[in-house]
């Protein structure tokens, strides 16, 4: 059992006297309103003192990542952007200080739902969807600790979130200033603004598809989230098996496994034979934008592959890889990005939009089914955070927001495998895990 203690606002330890609005890009506003959870948990003895070391590194860690003591607020003209005020007494991050006698090793990956208990998210108490950043310490009776956030997709995406968590490392180790942090470059994300006009000039119908349906509180009760692992032998083996016969450039890892798992699910799921299903495959496009080295925002663009049931079941795996790599290639064009962001812009120029900022309420759930969409957090450097005392033992995401999203992540086994985190449907995760354990061929 979790027992919470405190609860509190922490906040930046320079205090700017001067309130400030500034807007959201169109990639920002077109992210899911949520708070993604993540685990690292830590097995060596903490420190005698590593909770105060932490809260002044945040402290100071936030005079440089502003935007994460805001709020996502509507300006006077209804535009969505982030409110900075460090007189405000709620302004900050939502600190939760927790502790539980079990020990660290009663919780894996092999149990999200109980990792969940780690973050902010499992509160009792809503949340105001507009607070950028929640984050909950919970210590273990063996002595080992927790750090659970909850990051908000609308202020930052996951490849930026690793710089603020290295230097918040940093900082609480005591091996960087807060002067040296501020001697950086500010964060801007005029960058990412649309051109002035908006010139799209691509088809981006990937951006109006609507692949989502709301599920009832009883369906959603049958979604879960699972971890399964994929060793690095068992990868090189299905990545041959979707480039044989290969002559030109070879599928990537990601994309050899997207195409497994397109498969899999969509078999899993026993949808109707004649049914299109869509999978979606996000990209981090700061290359592709030649953004500043250390953006701080959403830069995820997307693409979507699209089959029948009938043809991905029939469809060898280096096929259903090609129709997923064809469809990434714009995303590495300039051209194309830029065109993405006006276009975005002018969508939200014209949708009714709510007119009210994010508050506290219940998050729906929805499902993608026969759809999917299939994001990699496998390259970043989550188990090189130290903070004083050894890297992490476990650094996962836990229950995903919606059904049908998977998360690709480096393996906690440390063999230099990948773990995959799928959120289905009950019925149909069992079906998934049974036939990926019984699959011989291709892994």
């Known amino acids: 059992?979790?027992?919470?203690?405190?609860?509190?606002?922490?906040?930046?330890?320079?205090?700017?006297?001067?309130?400030?609005?500034?807007?959201?890009?169109?990639?920002?506003?077109?992210?899911?309103?949520?708070?993604?959870?993540?685990?690292?948990?830590?097995?060596?003895?903490?420190?005698?003192?590593?909770?105060?070391?932490?809260?002044?590194?945040?402290?100071?860690?936030?005079?440089?990542?502003?935007?994460?003591?805001?709020?996502?607020?509507?300006?006077?003209?209804?535009?969505?952007?982030?409110?900075?005020?460090?007189?405000?007494?709620?302004?900050?991050?939502?600190?939760?200080?927790?502790?539980?006698?079990?020990?660290?090793?009663?919780?894996?990956?092999?149990?999200?739902?109980?990792?969940?208990?780690?973050?902010?998210?499992?509160?009792?108490?809503?949340?105001?969807?507009?607070?950028?950043?929640?984050?909950?310490?919970?210590?273990?009776?063996?002595?080992?600790?927790?750090?659970?956030?909850?990051?908000?997709?609308?202020?930052?995406?996951?490849?930026?979130?690793?710089?603020?968590?290295?230097?918040?490392?940093?900082?609480?180790?005591?091996?960087r200033s807060i002067e040296e942090l501020l001697?950086?470059?500010?964060?801007?994300?005029?960058?990412?603004?649309?051109?002035?006009?908006?010139?799209?000039?691509?088809?981006?119908?990937?951006?109006?598809?609507?692949?989502?349906?709301?599920?009832?509180?009883?369906?959603?009760?049958?979604?879960?989230?699972?971890?399964?692992?994929?060793?690095?032998?068992?990868?090189?083996?299905?990545?041959?098996?979707?480039?044989?016969?290969?002559?030109?450039?070879?599928?990537?890892?990601?994309v050899s496994l997207s195409a497994y798992l397109w498969k899999s699910i969509t078999a899993a799921r026993e949808v109707n034979v004649q049914s299109k299903t869509i999978v979606l495959c996000p990209v981090n496009g700061r290359r592709g934008l030649a953004l500043p080295a250390h953006f701080f925002g959403n830069a995820v663009f997307r693409r979507c592959a699209c089959a029948t049931v009938c043809d991905i079941l029939a469809m060898p795996l280096g096929d259903l890889a090609s129709l997923i790599a064809a469809g990434l290639e714009s995303l590495s064009q300039e051209d194309y990005l830029r065109s993405v962001v006006d276009f975005l812009a002018l969508k939200q120029q014209h949708e009714d939009q709510q007119r009210s900022s994010p508050q506290a309420e219940e998050i729906p759930r929805f499902s993608l089914d026969p759809n999917l969409i299939i994001t990699s957090w496998a390259r970043l450097p989550f188990y090189e955070l130290d903070f004083g005392f050894g890297r992490p033992v476990l650094a996962t995401p836990t229950e995903g927001?919606?059904?049908?999203?998977?998360?690709?992540?480096?393996?906690?086994?440390?063999d230099g495998g990948l773990a995959v985190v799928p959120t289905l449907r009950n019925s149909h995760m069992d079906k998934l895990v049974y036939s990926i354990f019984n699959d011989n061929k291709g892994c």
């Open 1 to 175: 059992m979790i027992e919470r203690s405190s609860l509190r606002w922490v906040s930046s330890s320079i205090k700017n006297p001067l309130s400030t609005w500034f807007p959201l890009t169109p990639i920002d506003i077109h992210m899911p309103l949520i708070h993604s959870p993540m685990v690292l948990a830590f097995s060596s003895p903490v420190p005698q003192g590593f909770v105060a070391d932490l809260e002044r590194a945040l402290q100071q860690v936030l005079c440089h990542y502003r935007d994460l003591a805001g709020r996502i607020r509507r300006n006077e003209s209804g535009k969505l952007g982030i409110y900075l005020n460090d007189q405000d007494e709620d302004c900050g991050v939502l600190w939760i200080e927790a502790s539980t006698q079990e020990t660290l090793q009663g919780f894996s990956d092999q149990d999200l739902a109980k990792l969940q208990e780690l973050t902010p998210m499992a509160s009792q108490d809503p949340v105001d969807m507009g607070i950028p950043l929640l984050l909950q310490i919970t210590r273990f009776g063996c002595g080992g600790i927790a750090l659970g956030f909850g990051v908000n997709h609308r202020v930052v995406d996951c490849n930026a979130l690793p710089e603020f968590l290295l230097d918040l490392a940093k900082l609480t180790r005591g091996e």
């Open 401 to 414: 927001p919606c059904e049908g999203y998977v998360r690709v992540v480096p393996s906690s086994n440390g």
């Open 183 to 254: 001697s950086g470059q500010p964060i801007d994300r005029s960058c990412m603004m649309p051109r002035r006009p908006p010139r799209p000039s691509f088809d981006h119908s990937d951006y109006t598809t609507n692949i989502i349906t709301m599920l009832s509180s009883d369906e959603a009760k049958s979604i879960v989230t699972r971890t399964i692992h994929f060793t690095r032998e068992r990868l090189a083996l299905l990545k041959s098996e979707c480039n044989k016969g290969r002559s030109n450039q070879p599928f990537s890892t990601y």
